[in-house]
């Protein structure tokens, strides 16, 4: 059973202002750039909740649903929605917010599954 307590403590949430370095010719966040900083909060998340070394092992589907254009913020929000004996999936959505407006939006939606492991790279159980 999965510990919700833990679920919750181990959420994470990141802020950051999409600035022109990371866009591309339509003035939007490269969908690489969201990918990376999606699997950074997974990662974040996946190890605030096991306390292990855990390592990526796929992105099961990512959705982009609408453009995230320069001059916004986003935030990501990373939770634990899985939890098997060595493994984990961290779902991670992206919201966009307008910097001077109370308008905000879900773009992106991705789960990502990890592994945890010991010194030796091997599987080691989460619990």
Known sequence: MIDQERIEKSSTRIFKAVFPDST????TMFGGTAMQLMDEVAFITATRFSRKKVVTVSSDRIDFTRPIPAGTIIELIGKVVYVGN???????????EEMYSD????????????????DN??????Y
Not at 103 to 118: E, N, P, W, Y
């Open 121 to 126: 790279k091997k599987p080691v159980k989460i």
């Open 86 to 96: 060595t493994s984990l999936k961290v779902l991670v959505e992206i919201f966009i």
């Open 103 to 118: 308008l905000r939006q879900k773009a992106i939606t991705g789960t990502f599954s990890f592994v945890a492991i010991d």
């Open 24 to 27: 591309n010719h339509y003035d």
